[in-house]
């Protein structure tokens, strides 16, 4: 069950978040993290210590980089000087995968500062799977695309989300970033079953896997990434570690960000999960 993806991109372990709150631990201390998740847009344009810091990671740990404004379903052309000032901080760092989006970010040069949601129709297929092969060209691998939490629906679709997922991935060959806590948010506000999701994920595509806190509403679950992992989201990790083996995962905490040993201790709760799905291979 732990096959390598298509892609030969390793299993990294368990990893965590780059956030400024925890620079000065995890330079001091060199916690045993197996890798860190950079957000792409935090260091293109940034020099001084965070530059420091990110470079100085990398040196220790794998780094993976991961954006939130190429807007891959957007209707505006293709930003190429973002595109290159990111493969060159790629290439600076060393990083082992790039990541991004399946969304829309913003609308006649203006950016958004939010991951709108896409109608899943033949037409919007087809611009996504063509985006997503010029970016993946341009950068000289495959990007990796994270499916989005959402909170409203397009009358025009035609479609499931991970059926539009999974033909995206094979017809623009590209990897997926699972993000387990957005399928559980989006299975809870639209009522979808959130296995049928996971079941529908093509394996060899899997890269890696994102857990995640959110706020429950009563009526509706907004995606914040703060507080722990609730067990339902839990329990659907386990159900992806049972069809995908061990894949490179982390918990994002972006809000009311507590002290590192905390996110740390949260994150290696997904080694339970890993070390289940080896004990079972193994039988």
Known sequence: M???????????????GLRTTHYT????TNPPVGWFEALSENYLDTGGRPAFVLDKVAERYPVVLHGVSMSIGGTDPLDFEY?????????????RWISDHLCWTG?????????????????????????????????GQPLIIENPSSYVE???????EWEFIARLADEA?????????????????HGFDAREYIAAMPADRIVQIHLAGHTNYGTHIIDTHTGHVID????????????FGNVSTMVEWDADIPE???????????AEYREDVVEVACE
């Not at 631990?25 to 001091?28: A, D, M, Y």
């Not at 950016?111 to 799977?129: F, I, K, R, S």
């Open 25 to 28: 631990e995890i330079l001091g």
């Open 2 to 16: 732990n096959e390598m993806n298509r892609f030969n991109y390793p299993d990294l372990g368990i990893g965590l």
């Open 173 to 189: 060959d590209c990897g997926l970033l699972l993000d387990v806590n957005n399928i559980y948010v989006s299975a809870f506000n």
């Open 154 to 160: 397009f009358a025009q679709t035609t479609m499931s």
């Open 107 to 139: 609308v006649a040069g203006r950016n958004a500062h939010d991951l709108l949601p896409l109608p899943y129709d033949e037409a919007t297929l087809q611009h996504c799977v063509e985006r997503v092969r010029t970016v993946s060209d341009f950068l």
């Open 260 to 270: 590192f040993s905390v996110v740390f201790a949260e994150a290696l709760k997904a």
């Open 83 to 95: 595109l290159r000032k990111l493969k060159a901080l790629a290439k600076r760092v060393k990083a």
């Open 232 to 243: 339902e989201v839990w329990a659907l990790y386990a159900d992806a570690c049972s069809r």
